[in-house]
C-alpha cells in the first residue's frame, strides 16, 4: 500500500498592477478614451476598438495603440488593458442591458473636474464624428449578437 501524500501549504506570492484614478490622469491616452466614451454616451468595446483602428488608419490619429487584424477585425490587447484600468478604478461601467461602456457618475465628475483643453481633443472628436457612420452597425450587430444569445426571462417554452 503506497504511503498518503503529504499536503503542504505554501505561500504563492505573485504581483499585480494596482491602478489608481491619479495615474489615469497622467496617461493621455487614457483620458482621450475617457473623452471618447463621454462623446458617444456609450459604445460596445468591439466598436470602440474598430473606431480606434479607423483613427489610426484612417484620419491618421495615433492614439498609441498596436493593432493586430484577424478575420477582418481589429484587435488590442492594449486598448483592452486601457479599458480593464478605467472599469478597474470605476470611470467607466458596462452596462448591464447592453453591455455596452459608459462613464460612470464618477466618470462623468471626472470628467467635469480635469477634462482635458479643448485644443486636445477637438480634432479627436471631430474624427470621432465622422467615423460614427462606420462603427454604427458594429455597435448594432454587438446588440443583436447579445438580444439573440442571452436567455429570455420570464418565458415559457
Keep these: ?7 503542504t501549504k505554501e505561500l504563492k506570492v505573485f504581483s499585480a498592477k494596482v491602478v489608481t484614478v491619479d495615474q ?3 496617461d ?10 463621454q462623446h458617444l454616451g456609450s459604445i460596445s468595446e468591439k466598436a470602440l476598438t474598430h473606431l ?3 483613427l489610426k488608419t484612417e484620419k491618421g ?6 493593432f ?5 477585425k481589429p484587435m488590442s490587447r492594449e486598448v483592452l ?3 480593464m484600468a478605467l472599469l478597474y478604478v470605476g470611470l467607466v461601467e458596462t452596462d448591464p442591458r447592453t453591455k455596452k461602456l459608459r462613464l460612470t457618475s464618477n466618470g462623468q465628475e471626472f470628467m467635469e473636474k480635469h477634462a482635458l483643453p479643448s485644443e486636445v481633443v477637438e480634432d479627436l472628436l471631430k474624427a470621432v464624428d465622422e467615423l460614427k457612420p462606420k462603427i454604427a452597425p458594429i455597435d448594432v450587430e454587438a446588440e443583436l449578437v447579445l438580444s439573440t444569445t442571452a436567455p429570455k426571462r420570464g418565458r415559457r417554452v
Excluded at 1 to 7: G, H, S, V, W
Excluded at 28 to 37: D, Q, V, Y
Excluded at 68 to 72: C, K, S
Aim: charged share 25%; glycine share 8%.
Design 24 to 26: 489615469i490622469l497622467k
Design 81 to 83: 488593458d486601457d479599458l
Design 68 to 72: 493586430i487584424v484577424i478575420g477582418g
Design 52 to 54: 480606434l483602428y479607423l
Design 1 to 7: 500500500m503506497p504511503a498518503p501524500q503529504q499536503k
Design 61 to 66: 490619429i495615433d492614439l498609441g495603440y498596436n
Design 28 to 37: 493621455e491616452r487614457k483620458m482621450k478614451l475617457l473623452h471618447i466614451i
